[in-house]
């Protein structure tokens, strides 16, 4: 069955610094990656997904995740962090063998000090 | 504005008293799911729909029921909450589970004591 291991529940950056949150994945048939984020009492909002088209993807936001099969990694990255970046994010795997079901990792929480 | 609405968006109940979340959404969207989420597990799916009545299991369905009579609606029963499904819930639909994107209500916090 296809999982995500996000390998931080907490990351803390500064405000103007770049922001990395690590996903790794794994699925044993061609996956959908997608990136959520949560802000604080609100639903989820799709940042971006991959759907095996170009590798890096970019989303909203200034955003951007790189898939690299050989690692089995999504990690999303930003260049700047922005105070309304803080929140909590979700790195999310399907694939058709496993019914494109949605497998949702723990989820890393952004904190952005100013 | 395409979206999904959940109601109530919170709820405190006493356990074994029956309860509906009810969940719609405008999009004419043929795949709806409910999740869980609970701190340090991110979201787990309770059920899911492919269409009008069809549904199935998901990772955590134990104490749960739904239906799928009209497209646009996908409740969550509880027919005897327990303290152990206090969490919050979401309700989510797309196109096809197929690489799209889905779009989740604002949530519903339960509390059962």
């Known amino acids: 069955a296809q999982s995500v291991t996000q390998l931080d529940s907490h990351v803390s950056v500064s405000e103007g610094t770049p922001v990395l949150l690590r996903c790794n994945y794994s699925?044993?048939?061609?996956?959908?990656l997608f990136w959520y984020v949560q802000h604080p009492n609100k639903g989820l909002q799709l940042l971006l997904k991959?759907?095996?088209?170009?590798?890096l993807v970019k989303g909203i936001n200034g955003f951007e995740a790189e898939f690299k099969k050989s690692e089995t990694s999504f990690h999303l990255t930003k260049p700047s962090a922005h105070m309304s970046d803080a929140a909590e994010y979700f790195c999310v795997v399907s694939d058709a063998y496993n019914n494109n079901d949605m497998r949702f990792g723990a989820g890393t929480r952004l904190t952005v000090k100013p | 504005e395409a979206q999904v609405t959940q109601n109530p968006r919170y709820l405190i109940t006493v356990t074994g008293k029956k309860l509906t979340v009810t969940c719609s959404q405008n999009m004419n969207h043929e795949y709806m799911s409910w999740y869980r989420q609970d701190p340090g597990l991110g979201l787990r799916q309770i059920y899911y729909?492919?269409?009008?009545?069809?549904?199935d299991k998901g990772d955590v369905p134990e104490g749960y029921k739904v239906s799928r009579k009209e497209k646009r609606n996908f409740p969550l029963i509880l027919e005897s909450p327990s303290p152990n499904q206090t969490s919050l819930y979401f309700c989510a639909s797309s196109l096809s589970p197929t690489g799209n994107e889905a779009f989740f209500g604002q949530g519903t916090r339960l509390t059962v004591v």
């Open positions: 729909s492919m269409n009008v009545e069809v549904t």
């Open positions: 699925s044993s048939y061609s996956p959908s």
């Open positions: 991959y759907t095996s088209a170009a590798t």
